[in-house]
């Protein structure tokens, strides 16, 4: 029932697929940084009652603009009865930046953890980088502890398992990687793993070649709303950090070309 009114939102976006969409046209002023921000224990630290208020209000002046699939005090009833009976327990310029983090610490009593202003950030499983150029480049983030533990061919699985996780995984790379460098590399690495895993050159060389002319090929939907931006006079704040893990050596690299 919330899900279409979730969805709505100017913050929404489907996917990485989307959010890398919604990006790419940016064009960033000089000295614009980049930065993540992530609520500490965010849904058991949301203020119940003020909280119930805002989304009432919220729910009550939506209702029937354009949203009818609801009951506007039924649902604020069923919110009201999750809110109140789950209880939970848990064992640049820097003026700006430090009003900006202090207003988020005062916001609806949520606590924020912020990465450091930095030209590259890790979003989602995107890393993104501003260019010399002022605009946004994405490259795969992937964690340092991910053992890339693919389906072995020892495995009892329909012989189109491995095809369909060939074709998804090019797809994606050639989705989500900016530079056709880093389609090559993660392309290569990726090919490396699964050998890592038990297959064969001879099993993965014709898949490979058929999911990178079938991405090459792959025209994705526009997005259905651009990405809301601010202009203030003080330099511009976008968003995250951490290091990508070593790149494998490039092995394969020629069946990619």
Not at 4 to 26: G, R, V
Not at 61 to 68: M, R, T
Not at 141 to 161: R, T
Not at 210 to 224: E, H
Request: charged share 15%.
């Amino acid at each position: 029932m919330l899900q279409p009114i979730a969805s709505s939102q100017p913050s929404y976006f489907k996917d990485s697929f989307e959010f890398k969409q919604l990006i790419t046209p940016l064009s960033l002023p000089i000295g614009a940084r980049l930065f993540t921000c992530d609520a500490k224990s965010m849904y058991t630290n949301i203020p119940t009652e003020p909280a119930i208020a805002c989304i009432s209000a919220y729910l009550r002046s939506i209702h029937g603009k354009p949203f009818q699939h609801y009951h506007p005090q039924t649902l604020i009833d069923a919110i009201e009865i999750i809110f109140r009976n789950n209880v939970i327990q848990f064992a640049q310029d820097t003026i700006n930046w430090c009003s900006f983090k202090q207003t988020m610490q005062q916001w609806h009593g949520l606590q924020w953890d912020f990465t450091p202003l930095s030209t590259s950030c890790n979003f989602m499983d995107l890393t993104i980088t501003i260019t010399p150029s002022g605009h946004l480049s994405t490259t795969l983030y992937e964690k340092a502890q991910n053992l890339y533990l693919y389906i072995p061919p020892h495995s009892a699985h329909p012989s189109g398992m491995l095809s369909g996780l060939v074709h998804g995984n090019i797809l994606r790379i050639h989705r989500l990687c900016s530079s056709p460098e880093d389609i090559k590399r993660k392309s290569s690495e990726f090919f490396t793993r699964l050998t890592h895993r038990g297959y064969t050159t001879k099993q993965l060389t014709p898949l490979f070649t058929s999911a990178r002319q079938r991405a090459l090929l792959y025209n994705p939907t526009p997005p259905p709303k651009t990405l809301y931006t601010k202009t203030t006079n003080s330099s511009s704040i976008s968003h995250s950090t951490q290091k990508t893990p070593n790149p494998l050596p490039s092995t394969n690299y020629g069946i990619l070309s």
